[in-house]
């Protein structure tokens, strides 16, 4: 019945999350992001926060900045039993443009797909 449910979050990325050379933000931040949003998922399916149990795969394509706007999305693909099987996607939206100013941004068409993964979230039975 879920399969097919789509949450999506937006955040922006503060600079006190800059990690590496160039603004990058650590990996694991869209990692955090796509918990955040599983768990907006399992509230709307089950009623319940439910735990992440697992990835299957995640694979960072672009990099993440500080100060870039994030579209994060989680689409349910199965419902198990107590399992709920998400695919996820980090796009940025928004980017700075130190190059013309300290604060100048842009919004990005088409968005940058960033980091995508698959995750199993499971929830309480019922
Ligand atoms: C939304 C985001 C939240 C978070 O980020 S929370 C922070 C990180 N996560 C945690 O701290 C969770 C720690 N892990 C646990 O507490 C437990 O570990 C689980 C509750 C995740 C699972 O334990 P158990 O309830 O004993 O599992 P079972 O009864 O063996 O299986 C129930 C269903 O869950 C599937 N499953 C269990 N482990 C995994 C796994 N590692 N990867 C994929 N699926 C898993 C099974 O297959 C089955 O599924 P079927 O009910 O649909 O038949």
New binding site residues.
């Given amino acids: 019945m879920s399969v097919g449910l789509t949450v999506v979050h937006r955040r922006y990325v503060p600079y006190s999350h800059a990690h590496y050379a160039g603004n990058l933000v650590d990996g694991a931040y869209a990692v955090a992001a796509f ?1 955040d949003v ?2 907006e998922v ?1 509230i709307r399916t089950d009623g319940d ?6 990835y299957s795969d995640v694979q960072f394509k672009a990099p993440m900045r500080a100060g870039d706007v994030l579209e994060i999305s989680a689409t349910v693909t199965r419902m ?4 709920r099987t998400i695919d996820f996607e980090a796009r940025v939206v928004c980017r700075g443009r130190p190059d013309r100013s300290e604060s100048a941004a842009e919004v990005l068409d088409p968005p940058i797909v960033a980091v995508t993964a698959t995750g ?3 929830v309480p039975a019922t």
Wanted: charged content about 10%; proline content about 0%.
């Fill in positions: 918990g599983a768990t399992c926060e439910g735990l992440f149990a697992s198990g039993t107590r399992s199993t979230v499971v």
